[in-house]
């Protein structure tokens, strides 16, 4: 434990250098800070976006969308938060809160914005009549599992992962708090995949979506450093099983490709156009590198 205690100001105000790695990604008010427009493409569905666990919700969602046969192409367009990107005008325009993802839908006389990723990945599964079921107690357990994740994955990222992996300095309170948060929510998902093949029942939905790039991934030993060790994710028999079937869908790995600027240069696909841009405009053969 520290020896030194914070006592918190009378009055709270913005201290940037004390955000530590985040500092340029967050700020205490909302709006512009920079006029910039966004690009568009030919595509009805402009999606604005970055590969962490939001943004691989709906690139997924597009890709199994088109590998079922869909008419859903899109065009995908990075949005850099560590270069203030998500503050741009062009950007707040679509998503006030300035966090990705952001999708522009023009296939309708008047285009329409749809922010928050769980709000996306309702639109098109209303929008193609797929991933969700349009009725009854099927559909209704699927939206538990959708909104259990939008509100439980801020205690895995920002709360969990955020001290134990970015934070400026290790803290043993917090981190015993919410390595106790991600451990049940990890206990959540295994007792329930022991009952089903996926996580809301015998059909992969938009649940599965939302919920397999925070805590599949996790379970799969890809987020927040050596965080798989220390959780014991291997325990998780039943959760392992789903994280792993997920992860060989042809269109789950496309879509963690897309808007993704870290890692392998070859799992790299900054911008997505066309479905070719997999086999042709990855970083390695355009030779950026990351």
Do not use: C
């Amino acid at each position: 434990m520290a020896d030194d205690t914070y006592t918190p100001p009378e009055v709270w105000t913005w201290d940037a250098e004390s955000g530590g790695q985040f500092a340029s990604t967050n700020r205490p008010i909302a709006g512009p800070t920079h006029d910039k427009e966004l690009p568009t493409g030919k595509h009805p569905f402009q999606l604005y976006s970055l590969a962490t666990p939001n943004g691989v919700k709906v690139t997924v969602m597009f890709e199994e969308l088109l590998a079922a046969g869909h008419d859903a192409e899109y065009d995908a367009w990075l949005i850099d938060i560590g270069e203030g990107d998500q503050f741009g005008s062009g950007f707040v325009d679509i998503n006030p809160n300035s966090k990705i993802p952001a999708l522009l839908d023009r296939s309708r006389e008047t285009p329409v914005r749809v922010f928050e990723s769980g709000s996306i990945l309702m639109h098109l599964a209303e929008k193609y009549g797929a991933f969700l079921p349009a009725s009854g107690p099927s559909r209704t357990e699927t939206l538990n599992w959708l909104f259990w994740q939008m509100g439980s994955a801020p205690y895995l990222g920002g709360g969990f992962g955020h001290f134990y992996q970015y934070a400026p300095e290790k803290y043993e309170y917090p981190i015993n708090r919410f390595a106790m948060e991600a451990k049940r929510q990890l206990d959540v998902l295994d007792r329930a995949l022991a009952e089903r093949d996926f996580i809301a029942g015998e059909s992969y939905s938009i649940a599965d979506m939302a919920i397999w790039p925070w805590y599949g991934q996790l379970a799969l030993g890809r987020t927040y450093g050596d965080a798989g060790t220390f959780l014991d994710v291997e325990s998780y028999e039943h959760l392992q099983r789903w994280a792993k079937a997920i992860d060989a869908r042809p269109a789950v790995q496309r879509g963690r490709m897309v808007n993704r600027s870290v890692g392998e240069p070859e799992t790299q696909l900054h911008e997505r156009h066309d479905a070719a841009d997999f086999d042709t405009q990855t970083q390695d053969k355009i030779g950026e590198g990351s």
